[in-house]
């Protein structure tokens, strides 16, 4: 059974930071491409990064390119997004994604909100 959990979603001011985590299950990993997204109050749901790997390859969002960093773990089969300089428009659920190379499946999590506010 696939899983993907998501974790570290809070409330942070703007300007500070949060680590978002996802925890994978039941695929191959290494052979994973996993993505964030998020979806604010009565938007869409918007693609925020990426990581494939191996060979590791990352991309971003415009609006986040800088301030926001996606890594993953192999080992431990997670994948991290690390969130600074945080303002009001981030606050949404961030959703983890992941799509075996050759499966065409996607896999969600269930999200984990985050909340930029003073």
């Known amino acids: 059974q696939v899983q993907l959990v998501e974790s570290g979603g809070g409330l942070v001011q703007p300007g500070g930071s949060l680590r978002l985590s996802c925890a994978v299950s039941?695929?191959?990993?290494?052979?994973?491409?996993v993505r964030w997204y998020r979806q604010a109050p009565e938007k869409e749901r918007e693609w925020v990064a990426a990581?494939?790997?191996?060979?590791?390859?990352?991309t971003y969002a415009d609006s986040v390119k800088v301030r926001f960093t996606i890594s993953r773990d192999n080992v431990n089969n997670s994948v991290y997004l690390q969130m600074n300089n945080l303002k009001p428009e981030a606050t949404a659920v961030y959703y983890c994604?992941?799509?075996?190379?050759?499966?065409?499946?996607?896999?969600w999590g269930k999200g984990t909100l985050v909340t930029v506010s003073s």
């Open positions: 994604n992941a799509v075996v190379l050759g499966s065409g499946m996607h896999y």
């Open positions: 039941g695929v191959t990993f290494s052979r994973s491409i």
């Open positions: 990581i494939s790997g191996p060979p590791l390859k990352t």
